[in-house]
């Protein structure tokens, strides 16, 4: 049988104002903390469990998958169970989950808790990078509390996939941190072959909200299907393309109102697995998975990289190329081999060098490692290269014939440090 939670709400805290999960002005303590949101409710497990489904709250990491499902999947399987919140951000062009976790450490530490209380889990570990200002925040946020489950911190690796799920899972089982071929599923048999809960902090932080205010409350914002806000990585802006902003907004928000458009040709969305959309496009399409899915983009972890009009779309595109295959953990031979080739050649075209044969070799790799991976990272980057080549087709003929349009060579997409 269904139950419903029910909420005590501390505060008349209004279901449309934002930001819902941001601190509203920089950071605070656990004091500043229960101030605004009161403690977690004294719900059971099932309770909360029923909260998170009914809220339609879904992964904040990317793929977008329902929590409430993810839940009871991991409920359903033998216990000891494990929870893990995920905030490596391996991402060079994301960094909501940093700002989130630094910025406002007790509202994630707190939906660890709910995930753990849901999942009835004994086990509870917290994956980061070790930067001495997220570890000085998270030591001082776990030194204040006094929670049920013990949360342990994981140095996560700095690597583009070392926030995959089953990479998470093996590094905090004692492992190298690298993917693992699928079946089985994290949940099945996750760490220490026990069924684990990977969760973005960010889904974390929404669902202790949840739990505090309640299904309904969390749908005052968003769309039916896609339910309350999101944080987004925003870049650019006053015209210094390095510039990024964490912003969170209400799913469902146009895109033109989030950035200005102004003197863009171009938008990145969804980060380095993501899609560049024309920018008559992108004036049209709203910060949702189905209105982005009809225009061929991606939501992604919610990266908008603004692409200014003199600035060259192959040149940016081949960078992150380059830089997505040195990323691949370089066990499965499709991916080790296939997108080193494919960098080559998207390198040789940004720079004038390539010929139309090449086009042909880059569509056929592309085609041979997609799927062929024990992760998604060879599928992520072909999606990349091929919006590329078709939003700037035309960009494309004119390096063919060894041109290029762009008037500024200042990089605009970062690829971070080594
Ligand atoms: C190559 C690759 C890298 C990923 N990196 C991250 C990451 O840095 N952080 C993250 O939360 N999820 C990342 N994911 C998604 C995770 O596998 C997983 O779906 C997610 O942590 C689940 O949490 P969610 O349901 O709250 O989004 C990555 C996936 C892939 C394929
Ligand atoms: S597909 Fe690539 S990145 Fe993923 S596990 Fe295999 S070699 Fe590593």
Known sequence: MTQTVQHHPRTTRSATALPRILAPSGRGGLRDHLARHGSLPHASGAELLDA???????????????????????AGGPGPRVVVGNASEGEPASSKDHVLLT??????????????????????????????????VLGSALAERDDDRVVELVAARHAFIAGEESAVVDAISGGAG??????????????????TLVQNVETLAHAALVARYGPAWFRGLGTPDE????LTTVHGGAGDPG?????????????????????IQAVLLGGYHGTWLPVEVARTVRL???????????????????????????????????????????????????????????????EGRAVPRDMADLRRWGDLVVRRGACAHPDGTVRFLASALAVFEREVQRHLAGRCSATDGRPVLDVGRP
């Open 103 to 136: 910025t406002n450490p007790h509202l994630v530490l707190d939906g660890l808790q709910v995930a753990a209380r849901a999942v009835g889990a004994s086990r509870v570990a917290l994956y980061a990078e070790p930067d001495v200002d997220t570890w000085d």
């Open 227 to 230: 339910p309350g806000s999101m």
């Open 288 to 350: 949702s998975r189905a209105s982005l899915g009809e225009a061929g983009g991606a939501l992604g972890a919610g990266v908008v990289v603004p692409l200014p009009a003199a600035a060259c779309g192959l040149v940016e595109t081949a960078r992150v190329l380059v830089y997505l295959a040195a990323q691949s953990a370089g066990q499965c031979g499709p991916c080790l081999n296939g997108l080193p080739r494919i960098a080559l050649v998207a390198e040789a075209l940004a």
């Open 52 to 74: 998170v489904e009914q809220s339609g709250l879904t992964g904040r990491g990317g793929a977008g998958f329902p929590t409430g499902r993810k839940w009871r999947a991991v």
């Open 178 to 195: 690298l993917p693992r071929a699928k079946p089985p599923r994290v949940f099945e048999r996750g760490v220490d072959g026990r069924p």
């Open 243 to 263: 510039a990024r902003t964490v912003a969170e907004v209400e799913i469902g928000t146009p895109l033109g109102a989030l950035v200005d458009l102004t003197g």
